[in-house]
């Protein structure tokens, strides 16, 4: 079974500043996929990034990048220079295979991120 | 990118009601997912909606409370029966798409609350 653990359940961050949110993961399958996803407070769910176990680089998407660590199990958001509507939940999710979302996903238990301007 | 519709988009119910979910996709995809996210948890997949046969439910969750319908490759509803307080939660209809990396697209879910 896959499990995705986010241990920081809320962060406070100056705008401007980068803000790494940490999501570790676990599974036995060789083939997986990792996203983020944010929902602000409207509760619409926003697809920011994805990272494949076999890519070799981290992934990126304007201001958003992955930290990806695969030896640890560990794929972090970072948000570069955070803005006032960076402010939501972020979740870490996992798909089953490196072919992307369209299994399902499995998803952490988000960490709220609150930018102070 | 997929527009997912869903209706309702919030509703009050009354305990021991049921309460269908309608989600409404703007293209033809082959599986559609349907998740519950308790207030301030994180999702939960309830169910897989595959057109054509049955749907494949998460442990946890069974047919006769979540039944779901799955008519045509645009179309698919939940049913939350015989609700409970418990039962209120945000539910979200998303599908996948196995062209680019193959993210969930979400609708913008139904806010339920049972009194």
């Known amino acids: 079974a896959q499990k995705i653990t986010q241990t920081q359940p809320g962060m406070f961050v100056q705008e401007k500043e980068a803000v790494t949110l940490d999501c570790t993961y676990d599974?036995?399958?060789?083939?997986?996929?990792l996203f983020w996803y944010k929902q602000p407070s409207s509760g619409e769910m926003i697809f920011l990034i994805y990272q494949g176990s076999y890519d070799q680089q981290n992934a990126t998407e304007g201001r958003y990048s992955l930290n990806f660590q695969k030896a640890r199990k560990s794929a972090n958001l970072v948000i570069s220079a955070s803005q006032l509507g960076d402010s939501a939940m972020y979740f870490c999710?996992?798909?089953?295979?490196?072919?992307?979302?369209?299994?399902?996903?499995?998803f952490g238990k988000g960490t709220h991120l609150i930018i102070q301007p | 990118s997929a527009v997912i519709s869903q209706k309702p988009s919030r509703d009050i119910c009354q305990r021991g009601t049921s309460l269908t979910i309608q989600c409404q996709v703007d293209s033809q995809v082959t599986m559609m997912f349907w998740y519950r996210q308790q207030p301030g948890q994180s999702l939960t997949l309830i169910a897989t909606?595959?057109?054509?046969?049955?749907?494949?439910?998460e442990s946890g969750f069974v047919i006769d409370k979540f039944p779901i319908s799955r008519p045509n490759l645009t179309f698919s509803t939940l049913t939350v029966s015989n609700m409970s307080p418990e039962d209120s939660s945000i539910y979200l209809c998303?599908?996948?798409?196995?062209?680019?990396?193959?993210?969930?697209?979400f609708g913008e879910g139904s806010r339920l609350t049972v009194l």
């Open positions: 999710a996992m798909s089953p295979s490196s072919g992307g979302g369209a299994d399902g996903l499995t």
């Open positions: 599974t036995s399958d060789p083939s997986y996929g």
């Open positions: 998303s599908v996948g798409d196995r062209r680019g990396v193959g993210e969930l697209f």
């Open positions: 909606a595959n057109q054509g046969s049955e749907a494949t439910y």
